[in-house]
């Protein structure tokens, strides 16, 4: 699979090339466009809801787009490292990439619950989408930070994590990441976005803006 960007850095569309009958898992609420003839089926619900998108004898192509005003970012991976990535952050990833919610890393910050994240591994291409602008946090050994959970995108699965209240008694939740923090240590990346899905939310309802207005 070839990824090819454009209308980047604000209003990013991933054009994902196949090769003759090369599948794709592509965010069905993300498909925008495909080449004709091009096979898609959605397999799940919900947030567990995946296109599997099949290209043709002659190859073909997938049209990619966030639901809301992004930058792109290509993670590659090469089976020697995996990354946790936000759900609310995928876009696509080559159909040699496995996405494993249960994975052990997610298991130690979630207690076995399934959480906003989900564990990219294997080999192949991840397409991820930031909601704002990407920042690169580079983490050498013994280096540490914390960061809010709205504005972790991913992180390399070699960096220390811990997941934690962001107040004393604020309301939380690790299905969706609501009033928590992220404790990282290097060596290691993490990648942030500048603005937070969940805090365009609280601002929607909080303004009385809501899907019938």
């Not at 404790?183 to 976005?193: E, R």
């Amino acid at each position: 699979m070839q990824v090819r960007t454009r209308h980047t850095p604000t209003f990013g569309v991933a054009r994902l090339v196949l090769a003759p009958d090369e599948m794709v898992l592509v965010d069905p609420l993300a498909l925008m466009a495909t080449s004709f003839g091009l096979s898609v089926e959605v397999k799940g619900t919900g947030t567990k809801a995946v296109a599997l998108c099949t290209a043709g004898a002659e190859g073909g192509w997938v049209d990619a787009a966030p639901t809301l005003p992004s930058d792109l970012h290509l993670v590659e991976l090469d089976g020697t490292h995996g990354w946790c990535v936000a759900r609310l952050g995928w876009v696509a990833s080559s159909s040699t990439v496995a996405m494993n919610p249960e994975a052990p890393p997610l298991q130690a910050l979630f207690g076995g619950l399934e959480g906003f994240l989900n564990y990219a591994h294997g080999q192949g291409s991840v397409v991820l989408a930031c909601y704002g602008a990407l920042d690169l946090v580079t983490l050498e050994a013994g280096e540490a930070v914390t960061i809010a959970s709205d504005h972790v995108m991913a992180f390399a699965d070699t960096v220390q994590c811990r997941l934690r209240p962001s107040v004393p008694d604020a309301a939380q939740s690790v299905q969706t990441g609501e009033g928590l923090v992220f404790d990282f240590a290097g060596p290691g990346a993490v990648l942030t976005q500048t603005r937070g899905p969940r805090r365009l939310t609280t601002w929607l309802r909080a303004n009385g803006v809501s899907s019938r207005s």
